[in-house]
């Protein structure tokens, strides 16, 4: 039976640490993601005026809805 190699078991604990991070942004991301949704249906403004690069909070994220002739 052969040694332990250090090298390959630090490396495999580096991809594991790596995949770890992948992961926790990954959810961070679909969490505001998910949160952004919600506040723009909410608002009633999914359809036209929810964006990326909408603000998340105050009131400027929730703009009043349009009344529609």
Do not use: F, W, Y
């Amino acid at each position: 039976m052969s040694k332990p190699n250090p090298l390959l078991a630090k490396v495999r604990q580096l991809i594991d640490a790596a995949r770890q991070r992948v992961v926790s942004a990954v959810h961070a991301e679909l969490t505001q993601l998910h949160g952004h949704l919600g506040r723009c249906s909410r608002a009633g403004i999914l359809h036209t005026l929810c964006s990326p690069s909408a603000p998340t909070h105050g009131a400027a994220a929730h703009p009043p809805a349009r009344a529609v002739p």
